[in-house]
């Protein structure tokens, strides 16, 4: 097997862990805390994809473009807390997926009036735009690997935030015991405000990073939003730890089904029949991973205690 | 139920309505507009569709986002054998509603073991693994979809080339499945199906296995949906996996939800409006602004949130909320 191969598919399925991981974790906090599922979380995606893509145009920086496209990712997100999100805590989820999926519909339709309904190609700089070689004679592209490094950077850093910050104790608490904290004098809308805006800057991260990649563009975070979906039933709603190895083992099997299933089937099988097959089970193969999981542990790997 | 003088507003208007729905293609041949018996044909098909959605949704709190999944599949099991030159009718319909039923039953084997929040994901989930399935095999058209080149042939008994009969035969099908529904919400086994939605643990203990209705009612949706499907591929002669995505499960939600849950008629009302707006918004916002027409969907999204923040109950809820103020 060529190993220059091998390697760039496990760097891009790390990659697509890492991507995973910061969409399905401001997912499951925002479940885990306010027991919201928000749909429209795949927009907020989508819109720190074109933030970035705009400054960078301005500015002839991805840096800046990127840290200036954060915090402007956290305005939408506390801006749209506050005018529909706050209303629907106290409904079922029937009605958080309905107002989510219009939210949806809001962003797509908005963004393609302000930025068109191309797609924004966002040039990398050169010190990026490079490969790197290990090993002598593994060539790999620098810029996939810096999102990997973020990515674990930005894990440890939430890890950080979550378990050794007063924020973080207010927000385990808030996912163990909502009305007691409140009850405590804890300004709990404030509290679930933080929280879904830190969801949006994840999200927003997750596209600004992959745009120099595939370009940003209308719709394009509501196909991964539902791999995000896979990935936090699989680790168990409401569990960080379980986001993180869940993405990492949906990036790695999506990746490594779509290069090498077609080799593996024609073990056993014959050619023609395996290069039919290949790519249907390959394009299915999460899925039938998340059922199976899900036939022997309903909850997920990491369901949260205490819940 | 014929006692005219008993009837509220909500029973006028859902006669109204199926009165208007039988008489289309009378008011259809007079203005000589094909065109609206295209969008009756859609509204009948997608309203049968959102009854069986209301079914597990609203009668049983099951929040299934991967409806359109069934509509898919029944519409393949048109697509495929006529792509193989198989036009029989006899055989296309029994194997959407076999196929979806299966399908059902497989996936929600696996989704009802799960509550809540979990289900709703499973459920997409599901629909959006046989979107893939179907977009990555190339020979029935993959992403690009597949040309349906001959309606379904019922061996001389009726032919569905003709628009007006295959329209008749979806709204036949539609007041069908209507009356089934009723059938069954009405039934000891509905009652054990809409108790199970208000409190599981009580039905459990009076030693219901929920589990099991949860999962007959699951596939018996399934399965008409995917007769509807196998309409649906008939009328627009061509399919595609877009027709299942999950966004069009998202918009069988808004129609149910939209004309009201968990209400006999409420689905065919809020299918209905969901078409008309879809169909007369663009114009009217392009009457208020020109050239706003194309960006539509910016006000529908509006008007979902809207009405799900507002509207408790859809229209059902606001025409019974009239009679009470009255």
């Not at chain 1, 700089?125 to 070689?133: F, G, I, K, N, S």
């Not at chain 2, 929040?117 to 095999?137: L, W």
Request: aromatic share 12%.
């Amino acid at each position: 097997m060529d190993t220059t191969l091998l390697a760039a598919q496990l760097i891009n399925g790390l990659q697509l862990g890492i991507l995973l991981f910061l969409l399905a974790s401001g997912l499951s906090l925002i479940f885990g805390i306010m027991d919201f599922v928000n749909l429209a979380h795949g927009s907020l995606y989508m819109v720190g994809a074109f933030f970035c893509a705009t400054i960078t145009d301005w500015t002839d920086s991805f840096i800046i473009g990127a840290l200036l496209a954060i915090p402007a990712t956290a305005v939408i997100g506390f801006l749209v807390e506050i005018i529909v999100v706050r209303k629907l805590y106290q409904r079922d989820h029937l009605d958080h997926v309905l107002a989510t999926f219009g939210l949806i519909l809001v962003f797509d339709t908005t963004t393609q009036m302000i930025w068109g309904p191309d797609g924004l190609v966002v040039p990398l700089p050169a010190w990026l735009d490079t490969r790197v070689t290990l090993f002598s004679d593994i060539v790999l592209p620098t810029y996939r690997i810096a999102i990997i490094g973020v990515g674990l950077a930005v894990a440890a850093g939430l890890w950080l935030l979550v378990s050794k910050t007063r924020l973080g104790m207010r927000i385990r608490a808030g996912a163990s015991n909502r009305d007691m904290i409140g009850a405590l004098g804890v300004d709990i809308n404030l509290l679930f405000t933080l929280v879904f805006a830190l969801g949006a800057v994840l999200a927003g991260l997750a596209g600004m990073m992959i745009a120099p990649i595939t370009e940003a563009s209308v719709g394009m975070g509501n196909g991964i939003i539902i791999v995000a979906f896979v990935v936090i039933v699989i680790g168990g709603i409401g569990s960080i730890k379980g986001a993180f190895a869940a993405a990492m083992i949906v990036g790695l099997i999506d990746t490594m089904g779509r290069s090498y299933l077609d080799s593996l089937f024609k073990l056993f099988m014959s050619n023609q029949n395996a290069e039919t097959s290949a790519p249907a089970i390959s394009a299915m193969l999460i899925y039938i991973l998340m059922a199976a999981i899900l036939a022997f542990r309903p909850q997920g790997l990491f369901p949260p205690k205490g819940r | 139920m014929l006692n005219i003088s008993s009837w509220n507003l909500r029973s006028w208007v859902n006669m109204i309505v199926l009165v208007l729905l039988a008489l289309v293609p009378v008011l259809v041949s007079w203005s000589g507009n094909e065109f609206y018996l295209d969008i009756a044909t859609r509204l009948v098909i997608l309203a049968m569709a959102a009854v069986t959605l209301n079914l597990i949704l609203g009668y049983g709190g099951m929040i299934s986002f991967g409806h359109a999944g069934f509509l898919g599949i029944g519409a393949y099991a048109v697509g495929i054998p006529v792509y193989h030159e198989i036009y029989d009718g006899f055989l296309h319909f029994p194997i959407a509603i076999i196929g979806s039923a299966t399908f059902a039953l497989i996936t929600g084997m696996i989704c009802l073991r799960t509550k809540g929040v979990h289900f709703i994901m499973i459920t997409m989930a599901f629909s959006q693994m046989v979107f893939y399935g179907f977009v990555s095999i190339e020979d029935y058209g993959g992403d690009d979809g597949l040309v349906i080149e001959a309606r379904s042939e019922f061996g001389g008994l009726f032919d569905m080339e003709n628009n007006t009969t295959l329209y008749y035969f979806c709204f036949i099908c539609l007041l069908a499945t209507i009356y089934i529904v009723r059938r069954v919400v009405n039934s000891r086994f509905g009652m054990v199906i809409q108790g199970a939605k208000g409190n599981e643990r009580r039905l459990q203990s009076l030693g219901f296995n929920t589990y099991r209705y949860q999962l007959a009612c699951y596939v018996l949706a399934g399965a008409i949906c995917g007769f509807a499907g196998a309409l649906l591929g008939n009328f627009t002669s061509f399919i595609s996996p877009e027709m299942m995505d999950w966004s069009r499960s998202g918009e069988l939600i808004f129609m149910v939800v939209l004309g009201g849950t968990a209400t006999l008629f409420g689905p065919l009302l809020g299918t209905t409006a969901f078409l008309l707006l879809e169909e007369y918004l663009p114009h009217v916002i392009d009457l208020v602004y020109k050239g706003g027409g194309v960006y539509w969907q910016l006000y529908f999204g509006i008007i979902l949130i809207l009405v799900v923040l507002y509207m408790k109950g859809g229209i059902n809820g606001f025409l019974s909320r009239r009679e009470g103020s009255k």
